[in-house]
């Protein structure tokens, strides 16, 4: 793994791996480079430090994609692991997954099934590809298990629940009562503002697209503070896009249980990441997501997710009234982590 996501991902398997006595060679791409989208995740998360670090640094797909694959092979040779484990949808997935298969090193692949059905998505590639090339798809949702049947791939995959419901719960509860630093630090009234990520590249790559979004931020009636990835601070700069007026506060991204805390002190969530649209609903936060389609369903039949693209839309989704409370369970039990293991631990080569 290499990106943000993927290290909340592999704090619950780091540790369940631990408890089971599995020898689990930790190995980070540098896909994720700056402190706050890599470092804090292992220190905040208690995750042991990269075994290996290849350095791979950003660029384009194919220059990012492709050093991350040549770096890897002599990595697996070295280990001879019994499963290489890929996680989520980034460019460091399909990397691993592709070494992986070449060098016929059993493969599974965690958070399997996803499907948001936009081919101009990165991540829509790195899962189908991932998933395509897996011996063991271990999915999150029963309709991602669904997607994995339609595709003549129900043998060999295995629905064990979501592991970001694992950390999210404890983080959650570890950070209860507590007043959120972001609150402190921005004098902000604790339910009267907006937490905002946008990251995606159909969102931040064309400008039009990226005014058009920090417009529709900036005229909302309550403050919205953007825990601006680098991306969207480097392709505002370049194309000139003023992010911080009107209601539009940016802010740099937020440790994790920094975000947790925001988010339960905020009035909703406004984003493009498919994490924080899920965490939002587990938080029972309402969300609004920036994007034509969710790979996470659930959240929108349920009532706790919105999606918008236009301002109007944006706006007629934050000012909608409250969703109808629910106990709905679709991500599992926060054991996922546990049961991803003891799979890996039954089905390896003896
Ligand atoms: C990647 C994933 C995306 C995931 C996101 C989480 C792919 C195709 N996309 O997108 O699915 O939701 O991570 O954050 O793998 N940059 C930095 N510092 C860093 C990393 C990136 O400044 O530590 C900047 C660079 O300008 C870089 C740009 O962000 O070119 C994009 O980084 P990249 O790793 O290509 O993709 P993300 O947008 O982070």
Redesign the pocket.
């Known amino acids: 793994m ?4 993927q290290f909340v991902k592999l704090a619950p398997i780091a540790k369940a791996a631990a408890a089971a006595g599995v020898e689990h060679v930790i190995v980070h791409t540098g ?4 402190p706050m ?2 470092d804090v995740f292992f220190e905040d998360l208690g995750i042991p430090a990269p075994d290996v670090h290849l350095g791979v ?3 384009s ?1 194919g220059v ?1 994609t492709g050093a991350m694959l040549g770096a890897l092979d002599a990595v697996f040779d070295e280990h001879d692991p019994d499963w290489v484990l890929v996680y ?6 399909l990397a691993a997954a592709v070494s992986a298969v070449k060098l016929h090193y059993p493969l599974a692949h965690l958070e399997a099934g996803l499907r948001s059905f936009n081919r101009r998505m ?2 829509e590639h ?1 899962r189908v590809l991932t998933d395509h090339a897996a011996d063991l798809c271990l999915a999150p949702t029963a309709v991602a298990m669904g997607h994995l049947a339609n595709e003549g791939l129900a043998g060999r995959s295995l629905h064990v629940g979501d592991v970001m419901t694992d950390v999210l719960l404890q983080v959650r509860d570890a950070v209860a009562g507590a007043e959120s630093d972001l609150v402190a630090e921005l004098g902000l009234a604790p339910g009267d503002f907006h937490v905002a990520t946008i ?3 159909e969102n ?1 790559d064309d400008p039009t697209r990226l005014a058009e979004i920090a417009a529709a931020l900036s005229s909302l009636e309550h403050p919205v503070v953007l825990l601006a ?3 969207v601070v ?1 392709k505002a700069a370049t194309h000139g896009i003023e992010l911080t007026r009107g209601s539009l506060v940016v802010h740099a991204p937020l440790a994790y249980p920094d975000l947790i805390a925001a988010v339960l002190s905020s009035r909703s969530v406004i984003t493009d ?3 924080l649209q899920k965490e939002a609903f587990l938080l029972r936060v309402p969300c609004t997501t920036v994007r034509p389609e969710t790979e996470w369903v659930e959240t929108v039949e349920l009532g706790w997710n919105v999606l918008a693209n236009t301002s109007s839309e944006i706006a007629a989704a934050v000012g909608r009234p409250a969703p109808q409370p629910t106990d709905a369970t679709p991500y599992g039990d926060g054991r996922a982590a546990e049961r991803v293991i003891e799979t890996l631990l039954a089905r390896a080569r003896a």
Do not use: F, I, K
């Not at 290499?2 to 996501?5: F, I, K, S």
């Not at 896909?31 to 700056?34: A, E, K, N, R, T």
């Not at 989520?88 to 997935?93: A, K």
């Open positions: 290499g990106a943000r996501p896909q994720h480079y700056d989208l890599s640094g950003s660029g797909h990012q989520g949808d980034t460019n460091s997935t990165p991540e790195n990251h995606r590249a931040t990835h680098p991306r480097a990441s498919g994490g």
